[in-house]
């Protein structure tokens, strides 16, 4: 809306300051001075909700992190029965799957290289919005369907080494276990057990 000291911002305007927070992840008082407009334009532009209540996510983790109630990690070990080599498998599989998705996303936006500076909901429309760039850059840019994205586009993580000990709770040990129990049961795929 108008006002007397000053005009709108234009949706595309609102747009663009939105694509250089998604494309660089800078700061919101580097995009305000970019754009000449006040860091709490910026922050209506990039809302920063707070944080709603407990996290429903299970993250995937390997050995260097400790196994808590919503980061899982693999069973410790090489001579395992085999519902936990499935449960091990399928957890390296999602861990990849999320490795692969993250190195594209950073190789074609910035933003993913630095500490998101907002609040997790917030971040999670980060990823869907940047998901749906992607795609709709692939379809309508012949030279991003040619091109095949390889390892050597992404800069790797730095190594973590061990976080914390192997003491879990045992609420985190039943959340693995029901996780194995699925993997084994009503979650199983067929090459599963090829492993």
């Given at each position: 809306?108008?006002t ?5 911002l234009s ?52 050995e260097?992190f400790?196994?808590?109630k ?13 519902e936990?080599?499935?449960?091990n ?11 692969n ?61 061990r ?33």
């Open positions: 809306m108008d007397n000291y000053r005009r709108s949706a595309a305007d609102r747009l663009s300051i939105c694509l250089r927070y998604l494309a660089t992840g800078d700061s919101f008082r580097t995009i305000a001075n970019s754009f000449r407009v006040g860091v709490s334009t910026v922050s209506t532009i990039i809302p920063d909700d707070p944080m709603m209540g407990p996290l429903p996510h299970v993250f995937v983790a390997d260097a400790p196994l808590r919503n980061l899982m990690r693999p069973f410790p070990g090489r001579n395992l029965p085999r936990r080599r499935i449960f498998y399928r957890l390296s599989r999602a861990r990849l799957v999320v490795e998705a993250f190195g594209i996303l950073s190789s074609q936006w910035r933003m993913y290289r630095r500490v998101i500076e907002v609040q997790p909901e917030v971040a999670e429309k980060f990823v869907k919005a940047t998901c749906i760039l992607h795609n709709f850059l692939r379809r309508t840019t012949q030279a991003n369907t040619q091109r095949a994205f390889s390892v050597a586009d992404v800069e790797p993580l730095p190594g973590l080494g976080i914390a000990a192997n003491n879990s709770a045992r609420e985190a040990i039943r959340v693995r276990e029901v996780f194995t129990s699925y993997f084994n049961a009503e979650g199983t795929v067929p090459w599963q057990d090829d492993v």
